[in-house]
């Protein structure tokens, strides 16, 4: 299929029926005024002209010059497609360590650097595998769903720190779990889980969760990242330290590792500076049973115009170089010299354009005008693929998103850009924290979505539309600030009423009991009654005290010793 980029350019191929026009009303012009000296016939014979065919052929190739330049002008590009195609693969869950421990510099330049630069080139020779990234500190979160859009996840993986997981530690299993979870149905015994950690964990069992992996039909394999001598962390330009004040080493713990790989029936391999260790099991994934899914190709576009402008060269070369028989000159004298000239000068920012801007966020832009969201988030990707810190493509990747209904996802690219934008242009600022309020109120977000409305009034304070849209977002926020109020005091009501009916329940068998010792028992004295109160209370007092201790011990356990 061809595209072109700059259709209005084939307007020039226009001129040329004027040209013909032209052409054949001078050359009637030239006739009248030959015969005001004579017979036409003497006329030329004294004084020959350029035959009448040679001429029609020189404005023959003109005009083909310029259909072609015109053409070129268009920038005609083929590919840029869409394929709805059947891949056979499989799913490929990375597990990464995002602990402080992965700070340490026994790699260069620290564990974590060194593991994020061995994903993405094992990304780059994935096909028909879908992949997915999950990252783990004292707790896990799923930082991009199963895929096969391979640049997403090249993108995702770039913005993971050690921050962003909030809870410290290093808790495996739970990280296995996720990863369980994420897989989708249709991927049943082509299932892989790559586990690249230091394996200190600190938290749970992660072998009992490499066999519950092998129970869903996923292989559990393991890299280790670091060293058995170990190196201090450093952590905001300081060496982390214990509770006790001693500076932390973090060790590779190979034997954890080799009983996970083990129980989720994968293989261990030690990362190295040189191989990372993905080769050999890459080599055992792809001896599992591959399934087929349904996948989303992209075609690239690729440039044509320079065929065409060749193709124009050669028709004016030829034209250029047809004499007629008096002289050199050429049809339309110097004045085609000059065409030329501006054919090329016209042509300079055509070409110019076409070879720093491979048309990327353009095409983006186009396919986005039309409505055509899928197409223009494919285009914004594959510009961010080529320059991953292009701001455009990334800002118009969030909003194409966001038009698809892609709220997640579209709140990653948003995230950061408002500082940069700022200093580009407070109208592109205040038009981004605009958008992302409206992305906030599509989460039902209304507190953040309020936020982002000030912010952009504060860049564009006449905004009718921002305006319009605070009012809303303080509307739903105070709807929702009500419904929740309304959810705690029906909560407490509740809890009111179970506890006065627990109260009422237990009078009533008080009551009951003492009738039946008044009944069946003699009458105790005042002082007595005194005195079995007294034992009663110090012993719950003693009791409370029992369950306050064992509160207590419970809550230190859950306490993290260790942060990294």
């Given at each position: 299929m ?43 014979g ?9 001429g ?22 083929i590919?840029a ?11 490929i ?6 602990s ?50 391979y ?6 993986l ?50 009992a ?9 996923a ?17 905001n ?16 713990d ?43 190709v ?43 000239v ?6 300079f ?68 850009l ?40 504060r ?20 709807q929702?600030?009500?419904q ?55 012993q719950?007092?003693?009791t ?21």
């Amino acid at each position: 299929m061809i595209y072109l980029a700059q259709p209005l350019y084939l307007l020039l191929a226009a001129l040329i029926p004027f040209l013909f026009v032209a052409y054949w009303l001078m050359r009637r012009l030239r006739s009248r005024r030959v015969a005001r000296f004579g017979e036409p016939a003497l006329v030329d014979g004294l004084a020959p002209l350029v035959p009448r065919r040679k001429g029609w052929v020189k404005l023959t190739l003109m005009s083909l010059a310029l259909l072609f330049f015109s053409v070129g002008m268009a920038r005609p590009q083929i590919g840029a497609t869409l394929k709805e195609m059947k891949v056979r693969g499989s799913e490929i869950m990375i597990v990464l360590d995002v602990s402080n421990s992965m700070l340490a510099e026994d790699y260069s330049p620290n564990r974590l650097e060194r593991a994020k630069l061995a994903i993405s080139k094992l990304v780059d020779e994935l096909q028909g595998d879908r992949i997915g990234l999950i990252i783990f500190a004292g707790e896990s979160f799923v930082q991009l769903p199963v895929t096969s859009d391979y640049v997403s996840a090249k993108i995702f993986l770039n913005s993971i720190t050690t921050e962003s997981v909030p809870v410290q530690g290093t808790a495996m299993g739970d990280a296995i779990r996720t990863a369980i979870r994420s897989f989708t149905s249709e991927s049943e015994n082509s299932r892989a889980i790559i586990l690249i950690t230091d394996g200190e964990n600190h938290e749970d069992d992660p072998v009992a969760a490499a066999g519950d992996a092998v129970d869903v039909g996923a292989r559990v394999f393991c890299i280790g990242v670091g060293s058995a001598d170990g190196k201090p962390v450093p952590v905001n330009g300081e060496l982390l330290k214990d509770k006790d004040g001693n500076i932390v080493v973090s060790r590779l713990d190979e034997a954890t590792l080799r009983d996970v790989a083990a129980a989720g029936e994968g293989i261990y391999v030690r990362a190295g500076n040189a191989e990372f260790g993905f080769g050999p099991i890459v080599e055992r994934i792809r001896s599992m049973d591959e399934k087929e899914f349904q996948s989303v190709v992209f075609e690239e576009y690729d440039e044509q115009y320079m065929y065409f402008f060749a193709i124009a060269l050669i028709f004016m070369l030829i034209e250029f170089f047809m004499t007629d028989t008096r002289n050199r000159r050429s049809l339309f004298g110097g004045g085609r010299r000059m065409a030329a000239v501006l054919l090329v000068m016209l042509a300079f920012p055509v070409l110019s354009e076409a070879q720093s801007d491979r048309s990327e966020v353009r095409a983006g832009n186009r396919d986005f005008k039309k409505g055509e969201f899928r197409e223009a988030e494919l285009d914004y990707k594959r510009a961010l693929e080529a320059d991953s810190a292009s701001v455009t493509a990334r800002y118009n990747l969030g909003n194409a998103l966001y038009k698809s209904g892609s709220y997640n996802e579209a709140e990653l690219y948003f995230k950061g850009l408002g500082d940069t934008l700022r200093n580009l242009s407070a109208a592109k600022a205040s038009d981004y924290y605009h958008n992302s309020g409206n992305l906030a109120v599509q989460q039902q977000k209304y507190q953040e979505a309020v936020d982002a409305y000030k912010e952009s009034l504060r860049l564009e304070p006449d905004n009718f539309e921002t305006k319009a849209n605070l009012a809303y977002a303080q509307k739903m926020l105070r709807q929702q600030q009500q419904q929740q109020q309304q959810q705690q005091n029906q909560q407490g009501n509740d809890r009111n009423q179970n506890q006065d009916q627990q109260d009422r329940n237990q009078d009533q068998q008080d009551r009951k009991q003492d009738q039946q010792r008044q009944d069946g028992q003699p009458q105790i004295s005042p002082q007595a009654a005194r005195q079995m109160l007294q034992a009663i209370e110090d012993q719950d007092q003693q009791t409370q005290e029992k369950v306050r201790k064992a509160k207590a011990e419970q809550q230190k356990s859950k306490q993290k010793e260790k942060n990294w």
